[in-house]
């Protein structure tokens, strides 16, 4: 009897990938250590896995290329725009009604044309691996 079907993404950056999906969509994990870690958000699963970890048969190691992962059900705020400030942007809400502006840069145009292109952020540090134990 299967008890449940995920997937599974080969990453060569576990945890940056991990992280991405905690904070784009409020994952949860479930399980970490520094090759895999397990993420929930309600019903649904999806986890990260060491593309060059020894439990992938060699013929098969490497990372997720060509796979769509499709999150759906995220309440949308503002649908997909380009401005003339730079930004091709939308905005999803998330718990607690947090708004979450997913931006590319862009070239200005109208008003904002032959301004120098906008700064881009620096980074933002890694937070400190956290390790949960295996849900039961």
Known sequence: MVTSIYPVLMSDRVAET????????GCE??????????LRAGAWELAVLDGSHPT?????????????????GRRVALD????????????????????????????F?????????????APVAQRPARRAQPAS
């Open 18 to 25: 991990a992280e991405f999906f905690r904070s784009a969509f």
């Open 29 to 38: 994990v479930t399980f970490e250590s520094d090759w895999y870690v397990s």
């Open 56 to 72: 992938v048969p060699p013929a098969f190691r490497g990372t997720a290329r060509g796979v769509l992962v499709n999150v759906e």
């Open 80 to 107: 997909l725009r380009s401005e003339e400030f730079g930004q091709r942007h939308f905005i999803l809400v998330a718990p607690g009604d947090v708004l979450v502006d997913v931006i590319q840069p862009i070239p």
């Open 109 to 121: 145009t109208g008003a904002y044309e032959g301004l120098d292109a906008p700064a881009q952020p």
